[in-house]
């Protein structure tokens, strides 16, 4: 290798790098003219692609156009079908777009390629109770609550649940779970939690 191929191939390595950098990560700012650069004029294809079209997406749902969200999710799985956080980002458009039957079969999916984590879990749980369909839900968020009993959202979700089946004691049970853990960052969730052990005590025992 000559004295000249080096330097040339450390400065190849650099720009590699910056390109890369900024497929990946082109959907942090709130530029989406940035990931369409790189989607039409990068020399990357394949699956690093999918970054940018998920970037793209991303910064649509944001500004709540859910409909060109999904689009952009569904470029992004056709490059990188084996992503779980891809049916994630598109699952939540479909909810946000009303389509839930189909978010339920992008959390199964993601489920299906990652079935450690807890959060599609209780984001299909969401979606079956909007359903209607109560008996899936509470199934779902049992997942999530054993995979991450420290989360108190999941069991505020579920109590929800629990209670709009008539099932108080297990709702009371759900809510006290959930003001006893952490707030971590919302703190909403405990006051949710307050407010419907309130209801139930202010209802009296169940007849």
Same mark, same amino acid.
């Given at each position: 290798?000559?004295?000249?191929?080096?330097?040339?191939?450390?400065?190849?390595?650099?720009?590699?790098?910056? /390109?890369? #950098?900024?497929?990946?990560? *082109?959907?942090?700012?709130?530029?989406?003219?940035? *990931? /369409?650069?790189?989607?039409?004029?990068?020399?990357?294809?394949?699956?690093?692609?999918?970054? !940018?079209?998920?970037?793209?997406?991303?910064?649509?749902?944001? #500004?709540?156009?859910?409909?060109?969200?999904?689009?952009?999710?569904?470029?992004?799985?056709?490059?990188?079908?084996?992503?779980?956080? %891809?049916?994630?980002?598109?699952?939540?458009?479909?909810?946000?777009?009303?389509?839930?039957? %189909?978010?339920?079969? $992008?959390?199964?999916?993601?489920?299906? #390629?990652?079935?450690?984590?807890?959060?599609?879990? #209780?984001?299909?749980?969401?979606?079956? !109770?909007?359903?209607? $369909?109560?008996?899936?839900?509470?199934? /779902?968020?049992?997942?999530?609550?054993?995979? $991450?009993?420290?989360?108190?959202?999941?069991?505020?979700?579920?109590? %929800?649940?629990?209670?709009?089946?008539?099932?108080?004691?297990? +709702?009371?049970?759900?809510?006290?779970? +959930?003001?006893? %853990?952490?707030?971590?960052?919302?703190?909403?969730?405990?006051?949710?939690?307050?407010?419907?052990?309130?209801?139930?005590? /202010?209802?009296?025992?169940?007849?």
């Amino acid at each position: 290798m000559t004295k000249t191929a080096v330097p040339l191939l450390i400065v190849l390595g650099v720009l590699i790098g910056l /390109s890369t #950098h900024t497929v990946v990560n *082109c959907g942090d700012e709130d530029e989406p003219d940035v *990931c /369409s650069a790189v989607i039409g004029f990068s020399p990357l294809r394949g699956s690093l692609i999918a970054f !940018a079209y998920e970037g793209r997406g991303r910064i649509a749902m944001r #500004h709540g156009d859910f409909r060109r969200a999904i689009v952009d999710f569904d470029e992004a799985i056709h490059l990188n079908p084996n992503r779980a956080q %891809l049916y994630r980002d598109r699952a939540l458009a479909r909810r946000q777009n009303g389509d839930l039957v %189909l978010a339920i079969e $992008d959390y199964d999916e993601a489920i299906a #390629h990652d079935p450690r984590l807890a959060a599609p879990y #209780h984001q299909r749980g969401l979606a079956l !109770a909007a359903t209607g $369909d109560l008996d899936r839900a509470i199934l /779902s968020y049992n997942t999530a609550v054993r995979l $991450d009993p420290s989360d108190p959202q999941a069991r505020l979700d579920r109590g %929800l649940t629990f209670l709009a089946r008539g099932q108080a004691d297990d +709702a009371r049970a759900d809510f006290e779970a +959930a003001l006893a %853990l952490p707030a971590g960052k919302d703190a909403g969730t405990r006051e949710a939690a307050r407010a419907k052990l309130a209801e139930l005590t /202010s209802a009296g025992p169940r007849r």
